[in-house]
């Protein structure tokens, strides 16, 4: 089992194989080759490249939604599909209005179209909602089918829930990346409970 999370050699960051774990992915010289020969496909090399230059020009001076623009025009996307979650429909409308200002066509698929109710993936009264009337269920392959069916060339997913999020990823056809994940607790920033697993939050994390 590989275990990079616990290494504190980390010389495949610079390039030497020799300061690794006995373990190191980096040795596994099969794996690597047949990576490498996937960059030289003509779309991963586009994506691999533009990505490198995004990180170069941006670093710790651009945001993510900065960085997303410069890649996306770097890579010649036209058509943005928006895949988000009702909750924050505000959010999905500045981003869609500065998607159009820079020029792409943004398409925004909401997660609750369809109007599909809970009851049909099995969710009986008890298992719902406590208190909520919104129990129609999100539909993440429906986003993904309906932005596939508008021939994006490149999807952003703004705010899915966990496992909504796993589904859009399935179906959607074109590539794709992530301006914020879901976290009701937190504001939408994910890493505060991981900042904090070692103080406040280590009862609950740990």
Do not use: W
Not at 42 to 52: L, M, S, V, W
Not at 53 to 73: D, M, N, P, Q, W
Not at 79 to 96: Q, S
Not at 133 to 156: H, K, R, S, V, Y
Request: net charge neutral.
């Amino acid at each position: 089992m590989y275990s990079c999370a616990n290494c504190v050699l980390r010389g495949c960051s610079e390039g030497n194989l020799e300061k690794t774990l006995p373990n190191c992915p980096s040795k596994e010289k099969n794996v690597q080759e047949e990576a490498k020969k996937l960059y030289l496909e003509e779309e991963n090399y586009k994506i691999a490249h533009n990505a490198a230059l995004v990180e170069a020009e941006g670093y710790g001076a651009k945001t993510r939604v900065e960085e997303i623009i410069s890649f996306a025009k770097k890579c010649e996307y036209k058509r943005i599909g928006l895949v988000f979650c009702i909750g924050l429909i505000n959010e999905a409308k500045c981003f869609a209005d500065i998607l159009r200002h820079h020029g792409f066509d943004a398409i925004s698929v909401l997660c609750k179209n369809g109007g599909i109710d809970k009851t049909y993936v099995g969710i009986d009264n008890e298992s719902k909602i406590p208190g909520e009337c919104d129990e129609i269920m999100c539909n993440p392959i429906g986003q993904a089918l309906l932005l596939n069916e508008q021939n994006t060339d490149f999807n952003i997913i703004l705010g899915l829930c966990v496992g909504h999020d796993t589904l859009v990823m399935k179906y959607l056809k074109a590539p794709m990346t992530t301006l914020a994940v879901k976290d009701r607790v937190t504001g939408h920033n994910p890493l505060v409970a991981i900042y904090l697993a070692n103080s406040y939050y280590k009862k609950k994390l740990m």
